[in-house]
């Protein structure tokens, strides 16, 4: 029997360049050796976006658009949404149990991301969304669980989780482990640490040519170069590191970096090599997101095909955990 995997997204809006370095590129090579299953996380999203349903309606569409065109395959792997298949709900109750408040309150991912509201606008939903996503990994029983850097507090919990109920309920889980991508996080187009949406900072993966061309012509760089012929810093460079991610042409990237150094390449020459190169790894893609948006009924396929075959095996595991707990034999 294949190893499964599980790994998800919120839908939020549509997916960018970190979201394929730091996951789906992985995802797509993962898809021959594993059983996958991609979750579009939409209680989590729920958690923070109650009140812009339209959104997180229009982004679960948006991120199958996203996998499909990258080449995630739903005949090999089952999407699935997560709130179709209310055992993620009920799991995600019954695992809270075994959590405690300040093992939650210590979670340094939650903790910075909590520190971006205010206070009287985190939801509990919110703030339980790292034992709900524990119940995500947990449910279809993963054993890997590919994720950026910032989600291994939340991997580290699921272990915790699965470990306490298979010593005091019955070994229902495997443990499972985390794998980082080749490029854990992205940095923005503006320097940020962390290319997203909410610091719109983003190149969505179906941004068309010219905009691509522009986000980089404007990207920041070296800002202590002033002429081409000053000597430029390629550490810490968001142009260089992009090259490094995305260029595959390794030769070509050191030697941009060499005569980046010396002077003798400007940014604009750099940015024009690093724009073609964006476009080169986006059009296939662009394209196939073009075709996939003519034909909505096999974007509604993938979804429910995937989820049907999930739904089974949470309906057994639910049986499990239910048993376990002896809430199914009051009477
Ligand atoms: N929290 C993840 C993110 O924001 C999405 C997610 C939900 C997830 N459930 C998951 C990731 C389960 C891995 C496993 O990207």
């Known amino acids: 029997m294949r190893r499964r995997i599980l790994t998800g997204m919120r839908p939020t809006g549509a997916l960018h360049l970190g979201h394929y370095a730091g996951a789906l590129e992985n995802w797509v090579r993962l898809q021959d050796e594993y059983e996958c299953f991609f979750l579009i996380a939409d209680y989590q ?34 999407f699935v949404v997560q709130s179709y298949v209310p055992e993620h709900a009920e799991l995600a109750l019954l695992l809270g149990t075994l959590v405690s408040l300040p093992r939650l309150q210590r979670n340094p991912t939650l903790k910075g991301e909590m520190g971006q509201f205010k ?10 969304y790292p034992v709900s996503q524990a119940a995500d990994i947990l449910l279809p029983k993963a054993h890997l669980v590919p994720v950026g850097e910032d989600q291994l507090p939340h991997i580290e919990l699921t272990r915790e989780v699965a470990g306490r109920f298979n010593r005091s309920y019955g070994e229902v889980f495997p443990i499972p482990e ?8 992205l940095v923005g187009i503006d320097g940020q640490a962390k290319m997203s949406k909410s610091l719109d900072n983003a190149i969505y993966l179906s941004d ?31 142009v260089f590191m992009y090259l490094d991610a995305f260029d595959p042409h390794a030769d070509e990237v050191s030697e941009l970096k060499e005569r980046y150094r010396k002077g003798t390449v400007g940014d604009v020459e750099v940015k024009r090599i690093l724009a073609q190169r964006l476009n080169e790894l986006l059009e296939p893609i662009r394209e196939r997101r073009r075709s996939y948006e003519q034909h909505p009924d096999l974007v509604r396929e993938a979804l429910l095909e995937g989820t049907k075959r999930h739904k089974a095996i949470a309906e057994e595991t639910m049986r499990e955990v239910r048993d376990g707990l002896h809430i199914s034999q009051y009477v």
């Open 45 to 78: 999203a729920l958690g923070d976006h109650i009140d812009d349903i339209p959104r997180i309606r229009r982004s679960v569409v948006e991120v199958t658009l996203d996998w499909l065109a990258v080449r995630l395959d739903p005949e090999k792997s089952s």
């Open 119 to 128: 206070a009287q606008e985190v939801t509990v939903t919110f703030f339980t």
């Open 178 to 185: 985390a794998l980082v991508g080749r490029v854990p996080r």
């Open 208 to 238: 068309p040519e010219e905009v691509v061309t522009e986000k980089v012509r404007r990207m920041y760089t070296d800002p202590t170069r002033i002429h081409p012929t000053d000597p430029g810093h390629v550490e810490g460079n968001p």
